[in-house]
């Protein structure tokens, strides 16, 4: 039986196949498309018509192999200049799990695109090759995971084939990583050795490494837990819409929609609303498929409120004993994303945070970090393209807002240049009053 | 309390992904729009608009780029589930604009690319500023770099290597008078995705979608049916085959696959196990060059 027919049966029976998000970062050099390729080969998610227009084009461009990383490389100046230079999507399934993979390239020209991988993956997959062992790249993409707060790390050494399948050298390289990420505070990590030409730990335990005990990386990916990974301690609802039909057939109907960011929300619990402050308690939990008895993330429910109470888009249902700051003054970690113009002190932008929308000044520049040696430097005056440092911002109006590291939702904001309306920095809130 | 008696499906994941899409647009941008062909994908997306603003009305009208070239089962239905949700539905018609001289009828008798020019001018005359697409980013190798909200300039053209980052689920839809916003809810689905909700959701679909007996010639190792927008060819033989349509688009340039599958339950096992993508299979129109369709794209295209 192929995977997907497995995959069907899953379904069929109603065994709950969940979804993984991953993000893969490394260069062609790193073996990152022969890695990608070989999961969707050896999951059987890749189809033959794609596959032979690969084989056709790597023969015209007369590659002596084919070249996979052509399968990802999706725009004209990418394929012809033989470089990634954004976030691709990919997918597959097995019987456990749909995965989607993030695939962005790894240069530090790149780190946005990473960075941008990264703010929705549950899991990030660094590569390295066995006979280069850690580089400054290795250190730079385990630092930007930890930032983002990725909750689940994967190194795999790459191209064991070509250093003898050697333990000596793979114990090397992951005591090294192990050490750094440490320092990181990185979450859960996993070390892999494989050869992605070879499949040797991709899909099944290699032969040629008996000494390794650990699971094949597709073992790994279908089983690593990421149901605790959601906070579901704070309950956080920001409100995204309001529906009030205006029908003679409902009247009187008020919910609000939005998707549960984070906690439980049941009939009957007591409620505030921010910024109001005002409390009530939840009447129901409805979906168009009915009532539920809880909703969770990431769900899209409506809440109706046994009050009425005025609440509009941008306001946030939390608990009257847990509640997030309501705050003008933030503190955050800021990512650099355009070319044009630089982050300054003083610089005005509009920013996107939850459903809430508001202007912000930049009052403060503390440092700019060096992201391969994560020195601070206190001097700096701007943030360019790609570059990361702690800002202090004053809003228009306050932000409900949580620590990025309790809450990936309630604390990352994006940052909105008014003139060209592009999106143009991300942050992370580092500190709530 | 456990965690794992808090988890959802992957179904119900894209379904909530892809509610929440619908919500912030409708939201933030006064003048949506949702494209409409018929396929499976649109349908689909017209389910998950009913299921964001219920108890409501879905509020937002419909647009079909009518190219002429139809599938009557499909312009059937399309009458017909428009009228059940009482939505408003925008033509916007090619042959229409074949008779002002908008646009000219491509030598090949295809109408493919001639679609864009008269989207573009129903999206100005209608001032729509946020157009609902079904695409998904499993399809094809162009579209798997394009964002959930994707930015078009005042012509209505897409430039891949100019896309706003796209980070958590903070979609950026600001955009100037004349511009607008491209909005792909189902961007994370797959062709077996969309299937496993119809088949759970228990939506009905265009009859064209199942096997049924049809009059066909083989062109370049595809199946089309033999209609008044694509008669047979000299020494082209006609016959009977039994097949369906993995998509549904242009009927001139749209080809069926040899198939047996006359249930969701059959359609689902055939698509699980086919090794070709469907636009592969069935359309013309991306065989053109390498990056046919990175280029319809630049162009306004879906």
Aim: charged fraction near 25%; proline fraction near 4%.
């Amino acid at each position: 039986m192929s995977t997907e027919t497995l995959a069907t049966a899953a379904v069929a029976e109603g065994r709950p196949m969940d979804l993984l998000r991953f993000a893969t970062a490394g260069s062609v050099d790193d073996g990152k498309s022969t890695l990608i390729g070989r999961l969707l080969y050896d999951t059987k998610s890749l189809f033959t018509d794609q596959l032979a227009a690969v084989e056709a084009v790597s023969a015209a461009r007369g590659d002596e192999y084919t070249n996979l990383a052509l399968l990802t490389d999706g725009l004209r100046a990418e394929r012809e200049q033989g470089i990634t230079i954004d976030v691709a999507y990919r997918y597959f399934a097995t019987p456990r799990r749909k995965f989607i993979i993030a695939d962005t390239p790894g240069h530090i020209q790149y780190t946005r695109n990473m960075v941008t991988g990264a703010s929705t993956a549950d899991l990030a997959l660094i590569l390295v090759d066995a006979r280069k062992g850690l580089v400054e790249q290795s250190r730079r993409h385990a630092f930007l995971c930890s930032l983002l707060r990725v909750p689940h790390l994967v190194l795999c050494v790459n191209k064991m084939d070509l250093v003898d399948f050697s333990q000596e050298v793979f114990e090397r390289i992951a005591d090294e990583f192990t050490t750094f990420a440490a320092k990181l505070d990185a979450p859960d990590l996993t070390v892999v050795p494989i050869s992605a030409l070879r499949g040797d730990n991709i899909v099944s335990r290699s032969e040629n490494m008996p000494w390794y005990e650990g699971p094949a990386l597709l073992h790994h990916l279908e089983r690593v837990h990421i149901a605790s990974d959601r906070n579901l301690v704070d309950v956080r609802f920001p409100v995204q819409y309001v529906i009030r039909p205006q029908s003679t057939t409902v009247t009187d109907y008020r919910g609000y929609a939005g998707q549960v960011a984070s906690g439980v929300l049941k009939p009957g619990d007591e409620v505030m609303v921010l910024p109001s402050g005002f409390t009530s308690r939840i009447a129901a939990v409805e979906t168009a498929d009915g009532p539920v008895a809880e909703a969770f993330p990431p769900m899209s429910v409506t809440v109706r409120l046994e009050n009425e109470i005025d609440i509009s888009r941008g306001d946030m249902i939390c608990r009257p004993n847990n509640a997030p700051a309501v705050a003008q003054d933030i503190e955050a970690m800021v990512c650099w994303m355009d070319e044009t113009r630089p982050l300054q002190v003083g610089g005005k932008y509009s920013i996107k945070h939850t459903t809430r929308a508001a202007r912000a000044i930049v009052r403060d520049l503390h440092y700019r970090l060096d992201i391969n040696s994560l020195h601070r430097d206190e001097s700096a005056t701007e943030l360019r393209l790609n570059e990361i440092g702690r800002v202090r911002l004053r809003t228009t109006i306050p932000l409900l807002a949580d620590e990025y590291r309790r809450n990936r939702t309630t604390g990352g904001f994006i940052i909105i240049d008014e003139a060209t309306n592009r999106t143009v920095g991300a942050g992370m809130i580092v500190e709530t009053p | 309390m456990t965690s794992a008696a808090y988890q959802v499906t992957h179904l119900d994941a894209l379904e909530a992904e892809s509610i929440f899409v619908m919500r912030e647009v409708v939201a933030e941008l006064e003048r949506p729009v949702l494209l409409f062909s018929g396929g499976k994908d649109s349908i689909v997306m017209l389910r998950l608009a009913q299921k964001a603003f219920a108890p409501g009305h879905i509020p937002f009208p419909v647009m079909h780029v009518d190219t002429g070239h139809n599938f009557p089962e499909v312009l059937d239905y399309r009458d017909r589930r428009v009228a059940e949700l009482g939505l408003q539905l925008v033509v916007a018609s090619v042959p229409e604009a074949l008779a002002s001289g908008l646009v000219r009828e491509p030598a090949d008798g295809t109408r493919n690319r001639i679609q864009t020019p008269v989207l573009l001018e129903a999206v100005e005359k209608h001032r729509f500023n946020a157009l609902f697409g079904g695409a998904r980013r499993d399809e094809e190798k162009a579209r798997a770099k394009e964002r959930m909200f994707s930015f078009r300039d005042e012509f209505g053209q897409w430039d891949p290597k100019n896309q706003r980052p796209e980070l958590w689920a903070l979609y950026n839809g600001r955009h100037h008078s004349g511009e607008s916003i491209r909005v792909f809810p189902l961007s994370n689905w797959t062709e077996l995705d969309v299937w496993h909700y119809i088949a759970r959701e228990r939506i009905e679909l265009p009859s064209i979608y199942y096997a049924h007996e049809r009059e066909v010639v083989e062109r370049d190792g595809m199946l089309y049916a033999v209609n008044e927008f694509l008669p047979a060819r000299a020494g082209e033989e006609r016959f009977k085959a039994r097949v369906r349509y993995r998509t549904v688009g242009d009927a001139s340039c749209t080809a069926a696959v040899r198939s047996d599958a006359d249930t969701v339950e059959k359609v689902i096992d055939e698509v699980a196990a086919t090794r070709i993508t469907e636009r592969g299979a069935t359309r013309g129109d991306d065989r053109v060059s390498e990056a046919a369709m990175e280029d319809r794209k630049r162009e306004g295209y879906f």
